[in-house]
């Protein structure tokens, strides 16, 4: 396999399953900064230019967050991470969906693009439109969190990786201050020896 990614970028939870699952994959940068994502080398991987992007051994490609997730979890079921229960998978895959489309796509996208939602003389009041979305979202996902060390209960989670990059965003980049249940997770996403090894290997510890 195979992951595209941009350090820091929400890749990083993708990467941080492939540590969990702990198959041999290989790793190559796209520049979103240089708009390498638009070039044609990338585009011929994915049209979408953007990641993650997740080229299996067979050649094929899967992208969208949740779908190479969802797919690591269920073709990777040594590393137990989907929920034993219908419910509580249910459940973490909501709060997956909601990490990834509205807290990112909606939230953090008018905090760090917020020329795509505007002209440049309402930048501010994007921005703060932003946080206002991505608070509300740490508030719901805290409330996901109660009494669960994990969005999955005890165990680890394909969703848990969503919500880490979004906590990490969150606290890491923009020092904003996580709720209780949300801060305590991200802690624990921290300790884990998969997370650091990924930080370490993206430059973002």
Request: hydrophobic share 40%; net charge neutral; aromatic share 8%.
């Amino acid at each position: 396999m195979k992951l595209y990614y941009a350090p820091g970028a929400c890749p990083i939870g993708i990467h941080v399953l492939l540590e969990e699952i702990g198959k041999p994959y290989d790793l190559e940068t796209v520049n979103l900064r240089e708009g390498a994502q638009y070039q044609s080398g990338f585009m011929q991987v994915s049209p979408k230019s953007k990641v993650p992007v997740l080229q299996r051994d067979d050649g094929s490609v899967l992208t969208e967050f949740p779908v190479i997730a969802t797919y690591l979890a269920k073709t990777n079921p040594q590393a137990k991470l989907v929920p034993q229960d219908a419910e509580t998978e249910l459940r973490a895959m909501e709060a997956m969906e909601y990490a990834v489309g509205t807290m990112h796509g909606q939230g953090f996208a008018r905090i760090f693009r917020p020329g795509n939602f505007g002209p440049a003389d309402q930048e501010d009041a994007i921005k703060a439109r932003g946080r206002e979305m991505v608070e509300k979202g740490f508030a719901i996902m805290d409330q996901a969190l109660a009494g669960k060390n994990y969005l999955g209960g005890d165990n680890l989670s394909a969703a848990d990786a969503a919500l880490f990059y979004v906590e990490f965003w969150a606290a890491g980049r923009l020092g904003m201050k996580l709720p209780p249940n949300c801060a305590a997770h991200y802690q624990r996403m921290k300790a884990r020896p998969a997370v650091q090894r990924v930080m370490q290997q993206e430059g973002v510890a």
